[in-house]
Nanobody
Framework: QVQLVESGGGLVQAGGSLRLSCAAS????????MGWFRQAPGKEREFVAA????????LYADSVKGRFTISRDNAKNTVYLQMNSLKPEDTAVYYC????????????????WGQGTQVTVSS
């Protein structure tokens, strides 16, 4: 089983930044596309960003384009989400996910999930 563990969440003011990390184990990390999703209280899970196994292809939700950057370090089995210019509406639990195949924005297509890390943005 592939195991994913997120970290880096916290409480920040609007306009601030956070960098989330997702450490993977139990599989061949470089074989997986990786994604970030988030879920706010009372709302559906939504796609945030994804990256191919080579890092050559990325996808972003329109709501975070220009503010968030996804990257990966296969030598460290880790994927990152740099979040800048944070807004209160970014408040959510952020989840890391992995899949065999191309990066895409449908959560059901991802096979492995972490437990999430809380991001809270104050106004």
């Amino acid at each position: 089983q592939v195991q994913l563990v997120e970290s880096g969440g916290g409480l920040v003011q609007a306009g601030g930044s956070l960098r989330l990390s997702c450490a993977a184990s139990g599989g061949t990390f470089s074989s997986y596309s990786m994604g970030w999703f988030r879920q706010a209280p009372g709302k559906e899970r939504e796609f945030v960003a994804a990256i191919s196994w080579t890092g050559s292809s990325t996808l972003y939700a329109d709501s975070v384009k220009g503010r968030f950057t996804i990257s990966r370090d296969n030598a460290k089995n880790t994927v990152y989400l740099q979040m800048n210019s944070l807004k209160p509406e970014d408040t959510a639990v952020y989840y890391c996910a992995a899949r065999l195949g191309k990066p895409q924005g449908m959560g059901a297509r991802y096979e492995y999930w972490g437990q999430g890390t809380q991001v809270t943005v104050s106004s």
